[in-house]
């Protein structure tokens, strides 16, 4: 095993969650990539807009779905209460979403950081508060398998969309799935934790991770925390930083 600053502190991890690596922090624990459990948010960070947006919109059938979407802006109901009346405005087959799903391009680094994290032996995690049926159909059609998906989950009746939430946190209604969830199991224990996200869904799980690729309102979000993260614009910069560490 390597011999690393934090390794010999007990607790020294969970200490600097709470603070936040930047990249020369990351240089100076000498960190290096089997150490790392990496999670991935997607829309609009492995995808380069919000596809669950965008498909709310292109197949509802009336506007109901905005004023759930303000609503949840304001902070009035959670993640879980607006997604499902959502889903009740939308109309859509298998096949027609499947079609539709067909025509959203994911960020061409993606790959090539999974091919970093996988020659380092690091297995991705994309958690996500869409829908893990949209986001399996998207990665198969960009030919990227492999990736463990936690996301909540939909049934597909006829042109019904049903909505169903297995990583829920009933003490909590904010998210529809609890993202921070994973980074606090039994498998992140003694883990540099890497977070890549970009939105509200991420704001809980990111003050959980020690290394947080950040941007747009997550970026704001960690900014007002006092948080250090990493800035990033796309994957690129991801990449960039994680093939940095691919010394240990
Ligand atoms: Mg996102």
Not at 161 to 176: G, K, T, V
Not at 190 to 208: F, H, I, N
Not at 228 to 237: A, E, P, R, W
């Amino acid at each position: 095993m390597l011999e690393t600053p934090w390794l010999q502190k007990t607790g020294y991890l969970l200490n600097a969650a709470a603070a936040g690596w930047d990249l020369d922090d990351l240089q100076e624990q000498r960190v290096a990539l089997p150490q790392c459990r990496v999670f991935f948010d997607f829309d609009n960070t492995i995808s380069s807009f919000d596809v669950l947006d965008s498909l709310i919109e292109h197949f509802a059938i009336d506007g109901q779905w905005r004023v759930l979407e303000q609503r949840w802006v304001a902070g009035e109901i959670g993640s879980k209460e607006c997604l499902r009346g959502q889903l009740r405005s939308l109309r859509a087959t298998r096949e027609q979403l499947v079609d539709y799903l067909a025509t959203i391009r994911i960020d061409p680094y993606f790959k090539r950081i999974l091919d970093v994290l996988k020659a380092q032996g690091v297995h991705p995690l994309i958690v996500s508060d869409s829908f893990s049926f949209l986001i399996e159909t998207i990665l198969k059609h960009h030919d990227v398998h492999g990736v463990r998906i936690l996301a909540n989950r939909l049934r597909i009746q006829g042109d019904r969309l049903i909505p169903s939430f297995p990583y829920e946190n009933p003490a909590c209604c904010s998210c529809a799935h609890c993202k921070t969830s994973h980074l606090r199991n039994e498998d992140s224990l003694g883990k540099v934790l890497v977070y890549v996200g970009d939105g509200r869904s991420d704001y809980c799980a990111s003050m959980q991770a020690h290394v947080v690729f950040a941007k747009d309102s997550l970026a704001e979000h960690l900014e007002q925390k006092g948080k250090k993260f990493i800035g990033y614009s796309n994957l690129q910069d991801v990449y960039e930083a994680l093939k940095g560490l691919n010394h240990g």
